[in-house]
């Protein structure tokens, strides 16, 4: 798609160059696509040099790049929303899913090779019909999860700045301050960005507001949740479980977690399906030639380079 108007400099593996060789092999270009195992920071856009233009990052989220210092220089800063809505909301259904039903659990046990003993209180879980859930964020994301929470008639209610009228409308969703959604959510979905804001949103002080039987799903960025805290939280059982797909120090998980059989956890993979990936590496692609074009691209994170 690129290289019918650009000569293409790409990296033949999927592992990360060293630090030197991407610094070198980014001098001169104009445009760069990235994603978010990469940090962007100024020194990367002052090894590329004064003509860089665009950086597409091929992830919804953009907390990799300097996005201040991006702006500063005049350079258009992208990201991929849209094309992650449906494999990021499956994923964090499959996590509700994996702790509420205690899937993983289970499979543990059954791994064991020995038998079990079956009682009426035998591996209890967590219903889903008639549940209240609680979207944190309420954006394309949090729209998809809402969508599929219909299904089992779950009361939804979201926790965000902005009024998301098409969620209201058509999925009957009550918008409520974050201390409400803690307070009366039977399920709690993040799906907020990362930034100074929300960075430990969810801490001590909001696992002790939550439900004893409640369920976090975290699949939208590791430091949205203080960690530590919620590892006491579910050794304490403050909480009933959490399902994980994002960790506050990728690539490394906090090891407490290992012990814990009330946690799900994923390795990032919540966009780690052929449709999403290819719906990312085209919108990465076109949000690249719409800023060469003059036009403003759907993925635009730093609106106001537009006008320079």
């Not at 996005?67 to 809505?85: L, Q, Y």
């Not at 219909?150 to 969703?173: P, S, T």
């Not at 949000?287 to 403003?296: A, F, H, Q, R, V």
Request: aromatic residues 6%; negative net charge.
């Amino acid at each position: 798609m690129l290289a019918s108007f650009f000569i293409v400099k790409s990296n033949p593996s999927e592992d990360l160059e060293s630090k030197e060789e991407f610094l070198r092999n980014i001098e001169g270009i104009t445009a760069l696509v990235t994603d978010s195992r990469v940090k962007v920071d100024e020194e990367v856009m002052n090894a590329a040099g004064p003509q860089l233009r665009v950086i597409s990052n091929y992830a919804a989220g953009f907390n990799n790049i300097d996005v201040a210092a991006a702006t500063k220089k005049g350079i258009a800063v992208t990201n991929t929303p849209g094309a992650v809505n449906n494999a990021t909301a499956d994923i964090a259904w499959a996590l509700m899913f994996g702790i509420a039903r205690r899937v993983a659990e289970g499979d543990r046990l059954i791994r064991t090779g020995e038998p079990w003993n079956w009682s009426p209180s035998f591996f209890l879980g967590r219903d889903f019909t008639g549940k209240t859930l609680g979207i944190i964020g309420a954006g394309r994301i949090g729209m998809s999860m809402a969508k599929r929470a219909c299904g089992f008639d779950m009361e939804i209610i979201y926790a965000d700045g902005r009024v998301n009228e098409q969620l209201e409308k058509e999925l009957g969703a009550k918008r409520v301050d974050l201390e409400t959604l803690l307070k009366e959510a039977d399920y709690i979905s993040i799906h907020t960005p990362l930034t100074p804001e929300t960075r430990h949103l969810i801490s001590e002080k909001e696992f002790a507001m939550m439900k004893p039987t409640s369920i976090l799903i975290n699949t939208s960025r590791g430091p949205v949740v203080d960690e530590q805290a919620l590892v006491e939280a579910l050794k304490t059982r403050t909480i009933w479980g959490a399902g994980l797909d994002v960790f506050e120090n990728e690539p490394y998980v906090n090891q407490e977690l290992f012990k814990l059989d009330n946690v799900v956890m994923t390795p990032h993979i919540g966009t780690a399906t052929p449709d999403a990936r290819r719906d990312m590496a085209i919108m990465a692609a076109q949000n690249i030639l719409d800023i060469m074009e003059g036009k403003t691209p759907v993925g635009i994170v730093n609106r106001e380079v537009l006008n320079r």
